[in-house]
Nanobody, 126 residues
Framework: QVQLVESGGGSVQAGGSLKLSCAAS????????TGWFRQVPGKEREGVAV???????RYADSVKGRFTISQDDAKRTLYLQMNSLKPEDTAMYYC????????????????????WGQGTQVTVSS
């Protein structure tokens, strides 16, 4: 049974920082693509940052230079360090993992991922 459990969300003022964590169990997540997505009501879920099976990261243009994705294989945990947060970063953030190989072109597309966490809310006030 694959499980992804996010934590670390909260409320912060613009310019602040948060670090999200995603604890994985039930599979060897480091062999697949894993990443962070976010969604606001009424909009599609969008890719934020992903680590491909080869270990390389990819970021959405909107978060480049502000967010950093990393993983700790020993702890089976995925992280998202979010700095210089903006009100437009407000969303429910989800951890996701693919069930197999995902092409680079699909890394930031939600349909390429099979396993999802329950989400953690991030709210950035101006």
């Amino acid at each position: 049974q694959v499980q992804l459990v996010e934590s670390g969300g909260g409320s912060v003022q613009a310019g602040g920082s948060l670090k999200l964590s995603c604890a994985a169990s039930g599979y060897t997540y480091s062999t697949y693509s894993t990443g962070w997505f976010r969604q606001v009501p009424g909009k599609e879920r969008e890719g934020v940052a992903v680590i491909g099976s080869g270990g390389s990261p990819r970021y959405a243009d909107s978060v480049k230079g502000r967010f950093t994705i990393s993983q700790d294989d020993a702890k089976r945990t995925l992280y998202l360090q979010m700095n210089s947060l903006k009100p437009e970063d407000t969303a429910m953030y989800y951890c996701a993992s693919s069930a197999g190989y995902v092409s680079w072109w699909s890394w930031l597309l939600s349909h390429a991922y099979k396993y999802w966490g329950q989400g953690t809310q991030v709210t950035v006030s101006s």
